[in-house]
């Protein structure tokens, strides 16, 4: 009888510490489900109309070289990079300026380089709007993690360095350039001219392909209501169309895009 009441007792605490056991995770699954239905509940709400789009990037390929010399019978190069320019041309939903519309800060991160070969050493610039689609290589703009521009509303700011005007008049301008795809190189094939443009690369036997790369970066928005946004953007550098190819000297595409900024703060 005294061993019937014991296992009676083991099997009446099993069952309470099951019950509580059952109990903790059904609360905590509850817990978390009404967590996460506030946050999405409050991303919804911050998101009901949205401020800010990337409506169309323009991108611009051609190529170059550094340190040229040449005789009468070669031409000896340093240095061959190709380069695509960029702009991200950002608009409000709004004709109205207002605070919630004009920034206040904006800045890029979580860059991302996605090549198909290892031809070349590939970076992201910065790239002033006055030298955009001309070969402009500097050292000193390279975009190592995260890179941020300045805010004006000053007409007469100076366009040449990293400034953006508050009511979104200018686009975002970076370069992508990939560098040291030939170096030391001679051609002796000078039959044609040699202009310094995307035709060097079929001058220095160059294949489209092993150039392929995509980029992807996050674009990051403060407005004067010091309200967060974000968006994230991706494209393929352009070498080649259905009507020409960078071996041409150069590609220009327009890409029509609708890259909505999620408010998070």
Do not use: H, W
Request: proline content about 2%; charged content about 20%; glycine content about 2%.
């Amino acid at each position: 009888m005294k061993i019937k009441k014991n296992i009676l007792t083991i099997i009446t605490i099993s069952l309470v510490i099951l019950v509580i056991f059952l109990s903790f995770f059904i609360f905590r699954k509850l817990f978390f489900r009404k967590n996460c239905e506030k946050s999405f509940l409050e991303f919804a709400d911050k998101n009901q109309s949205p401020v800010f789009s990337i409506t169309n990037i323009t991108l611009f390929s051609s190529a170059d070289a550094q340190n040229k010399t040449n005789t009468a019978n070669s031409f000896t190069l340093q240095n061959l990079y190709q380069y695509t320019d960029i702009a991200l041309f950002i608009k409000n939903f709004s004709d109205e300026k207002n605070l919630e519309n004009t920034l206040k800060k904006v800045s890029i991160d979580n860059i991302k380089i996605s090549k198909s070969t290892n031809c070349g050493n590939a970076n992201l610039y910065f790239k002033s709007i006055n030298n955009f689609a001309k070969s402009d290589l500097v050292s000193d703009n390279i975009i190592n993690n995260s890179f941020e521009f300045n805010i004006s509303s000053d007409d007469n700011a100076d366009l040449n360095t990293p400034i953006l005007y508050n009511n979104l008049a200018n686009p975002l301008t970076f370069s992508y350039i990939n560098q040291n795809i030939k170096s030391d190189y001679t051609i002796t094939d000078i039959s044609s001219p040699i202009t310094y443009d995307g035709s060097l690369l079929k001058k220095c036997n160059i294949n489209l392909e092993d150039l392929a790369c995509s980029i992807s970066f996050d674009v990051n928005i403060t407005n004067n209501l010091d309200q967060c946004f974000k968006t994230n953007v991706f494209f393929n550098i352009p070498l080649s169309s259905d009507a020409q190819s960078i071996y041409d000297g150069n590609i220009i595409q327009k890409n029509t895009t609708n890259y909505v900024f999620y408010r998070y703060k």
